[in-house]
């Protein structure tokens, strides 16, 4: 995965008080995706790898958040729609998508993105807390600031609700046992 021009893999770009108040600070790593103009993360110790988007087979039963389901080496994962939960427009996934497979503590799930733009490393006190925002993030762990914009860091552990937790996972059973 290539970084994009947007998206810096050092921190020589942040202000030197910041740097400097920084330097014995833990550094972390995300991964940037694109939708429409937008840009996302993910932490890179949740994402297991990218991959082309392939067909999606719908999944009867799941929550709308839930596209449907592939077969990823043996494994059957759910397909997640970001840009529902996201409120962007709706459009049909193309071969020039991509797929990005990450696991919570629960699963391991699929993303669908426009485009993966590359690794962001940051000092970890560089993420403002979205609880800090005064709204409820919800998915949303926290902003990152790069120079030409903000990039939203997504918390998967929470990008379910428990209503929508319990009825995949009816429908991921209810799949499973038609398949016997």
Do not use: C
């Not at 910041?18 to 833990?26: D, I, K, M, R, V």
């Not at 503590?105 to 426009?114: K, P, S």
């Amino acid at each position: 995965m290539r970084a994009s021009t947007h998206v810096r893999t050092a921190s020589d770009d942040l202000p030197p008080e910041t740097a400097a108040s920084t330097a014995l600070s833990e550094t972390t790593r995300w991964v940037v995706f694109r939708l429409d103009t937008g840009r996302y993360a993910l932490p890179l110790t949740a994402v297991e790898r990218i991959v082309r988007a392939v067909y999606v087979t719908p999944l009867a039963l799941a929550p709308d958040i839930v596209l449907g389901a592939i077969d990823v080496a043996g494994r059957v994962l759910p397909v997640f729609n970001i840009r529902r939960r996201l409120r962007l427009p709706e459009r049909v996934i193309e071969p020039r998508d991509h797929f990005l497979i990450a696991r919570t503590a629960q699963r391991t799930v699929v993303l669908v993105i426009d485009s993966a733009q590359g690794i962001l490393e940051r000092p970890s006190v560089a993420m403002i807390d979205a609880k800090s925002m005064g709204s409820n993030p919800g998915h949303i762990q926290g902003v990152i600031q790069i120079p030409d914009g903000l990039v939203l860091i997504h918390d998967l552990e929470h990008f379910l609700t428990p209503d929508e937790a319990r009825a995949l996972d009816e429908a991921m059973n209810q799949r499973g046992s038609h398949a016997r």
